[in-house]
């Protein structure tokens, strides 16, 4: 089994900066990539961001050039800072891993993020 533990949410004012922590169980190399996710109330979950094993990176339209996802593999952990906030960017936000050999989903409990003045 694998635990995934979020950290980093909190209020933040509109154009603020966050940096969002994704401590896994695991070495981050045994998952082919790692997620973020955020979800608001009555909406599905959306995909952020990921990173392949090999680094490869991909993000929203919505986060492009504000977000960036990161991994620190002796940590075992995944990265999302968060620049230029915008309200629109409040949820709760999800890390996800993909585990290689075996193709199972892990999800963390989530950490929220607003974006308030």
């Known amino acids: 089994q694998v635990q995934l533990v979020e950290s980093g949410g909190g209020l933040v004012q509109p154009g603020g900066s966050l940096r969002l922590s994704c401590a896994a169980s695991?070495?981050?190399?045994?998952?082919?990539?790692m997620n973020w996710y955020r979800q608001v109330p009555g909406k599905q979950r959306e995909l952020v961001a990921t990173i392949t094993s090999s680094s490869t990176t991909n993000y929203a339209e919505s986060v492009k050039g504000r977000f960036t996802i990161s991994r620190n593999v002796a940590q075992n952990s995944v990265y999302l800072q968060m620049n230029s906030l915008k309200p629109e960017d409040t949820a709760v936000y999800y890390c996800?891993?993909?585990?290689?050999?075996?193709?199972?989903?892990?999800w963390g409990q989530g950490t929220q993020v607003t974006v308030s003045s």
């Open positions: 996800n891993a993909i585990e290689r050999m075996t193709g199972s989903r892990y």
């Open positions: 695991k070495s981050t190399n045994t998952f082919v990539a």
